[in-house]
């Protein structure tokens, strides 16, 4: 079993994807992480991340790169949403994902073309979506808690201009598939969310 899980920032698609991938135990892959890791590099290593050949000289990341909680900060996703808009990015980081999506038992993958380009052909897909306003709250909240002292507005800002950049580009923008399920966690608890999710992937799965 495949199962897809697109949306925007702060979305909660991550949690959702983290929490079906124990449910089901399947594998979990955050493929924005690979994205990310790019972008961490052409940081690290001071390359412009507009210039494609910039980019693509960054994705031969080493993995151990995966788990530096650097990864996970703004400014990197920031350039990670430049980096990705990138089509020889995105085609230097299509085998893995579809190689982690295609293991015998099956996969969780989340990100923002995982229903459309990675794994159109997965059982289950669910598009995750909330609110700029509280999307950037929760973003704001997660920042504040490692000690960051950046604004909810410059949050906000941020989320918006990512959100413009995923949804605007000509590869594989941030969309959601025609046979994917929304999922509005906007008014949700997490726990409200995870169920709902695992009841839409269960009725998915059976039909
Ligand atoms: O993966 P993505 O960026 O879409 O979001 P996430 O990391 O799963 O969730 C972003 C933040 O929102 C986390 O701190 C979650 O705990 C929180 N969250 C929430 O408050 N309510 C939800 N229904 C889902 C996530
Ligand atoms: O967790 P959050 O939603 O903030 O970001 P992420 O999922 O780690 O993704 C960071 C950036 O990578 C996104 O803004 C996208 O530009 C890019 N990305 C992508 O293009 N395709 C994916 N499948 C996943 C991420």
Redesign the pocket.
């Known amino acids: 079993m495949i199962i897809a899980v697109d949306?925007p920032?702060?979305?909660?698609?991550?949690?959702?994807a983290r929490a079906l991938s124990r449910h089901y135990n399947l594998p979990h892959l955050d493929t924005g992480l690979l994205y990310r890791a790019v972008a961490a590099t052409v940081l690290r290593d001071k390359l412009t991340p507009e210039r494609e050949a910039d980019a693509i000289a960054a994705c031969g990341f080493e993995d151990r790169l995966l788990e530096d909680p650097w990864l996970r900060s703004d400014e990197v996703g920031q350039i990670a949403s430049v980096v990705s808009a990138h089509a020889l990015v995105r085609a230097a980081l299509l085998q893995r994902q579809r190689r982690f999506a295609a293991q015998p038992g099956g996969a969780v993958l989340?990100g923002r073309d995982i229903g459309t380009v990675i794994a159109p052909d997965a059982h289950a897909k669910l598009f995750?979506k909330a609110t700029p306003a509280i999307r950037a709250r929760?973003?704001h909240?997660?920042l504040q808690k490692q000690g960051s002292p950046v604004t909810y507005d410059k949050v906000l800002a941020d989320i918006r201009a990512r959100d413009e950049r995923d949804a605007g580009r000509a590869n594989a923008p941030m969309m959601m598939a025609a046979d994917a399920a929304p999922l509005d966690?906007s008014f949700?608890?997490?726990e409200a969310?995870v169920q709902r999710a695992v009841e839409l992937v269960d009725a998915r799965v059976a039909a």
């Open positions: 949306g920032a702060a979305s909660g698609k991550g949690t959702i989340d995750v929760r973003r909240l997660e966690t949700l608890s997490i969310a």
